[in-house]
């Protein structure tokens, strides 16, 4: 109880945590798109998609660009809970700063990278988005992802519908919530698609800014 103690108070699920990594998660998938060959790091259903056109059309080698981001995401959900299963009594660090430094050395890694060796860079970024999706769900109380918008979009509208049919103050400020997220994901995106096309390959550099400010921000207490 007292290791737990020491960390309850922590900023791992503040709002203005939630906006950095919201942030980081737009931009990665706009980088990856545009200076990656068209992969996307964090929407893995169209990398899916993209794997089935290919493997259906017989394009094996184009194939492969989609498979390994695919299981480089799968990974990284796996070895994100042996990190927590391991380190969540860590007197020094939170679990989820481990996370996030992870990640942080992994996009500064990615923009060393040169795009003969795309494939790899995909790999690094999946394997990373997919530790972020699975480390940080909640955020003052309310479940929602920094990677993806899918799942935020179906929760705020279902919400919306629920404030329109029962008048539930609870239900409209949960659902501008993940509006918000949505929203913040897409500025992140948005600058992800302009640096992208300024900066090139070291543009995922300020990716990893968004999350060391998120990193920093864990260390602080509320």
Known sequence: MKIKNEF????SDSRRL????????????AYSYICRGNVFANAQTGNIVLLSGHLISGQFIKAIHYIFPILAFLSGI????????LYKKNRILHWRQIILFFEIVAMVF??????????????ILSFSCAMQVSSFKKF?????ATTMCIG???????????????SQKESIYKSLHYYGAIA???LGSSLGFIFSKLLGLISIWIAALFL???????????
């Open 212 to 222: 060391f400010i998120g990193f920093i921000l864990m260390l602080i207490k509320e």
């Open 8 to 11: 309850e108070n922590q900023i």
């Open 152 to 166: 935020n979009m179906r929760n705020a509208t279902e919400f919306l519908a629920q404030y329109h049919i029962y």
């Open 18 to 29: 939630a906006f950095f990594l919201s942030l980081a998660g737009g931009f990665q998938d």
């Open 184 to 186: 913040i994901f897409s």
């Open 140 to 144: 003052r109380g309310i479940t929602f």
């Open 78 to 85: 796996y070895l994100t809970e042996w990190i927590q299963y």
């Open 110 to 123: 990615v923009g060393c990278l040169p795009s003969s060796m795309n494939v790899l860079a995909n790999i």
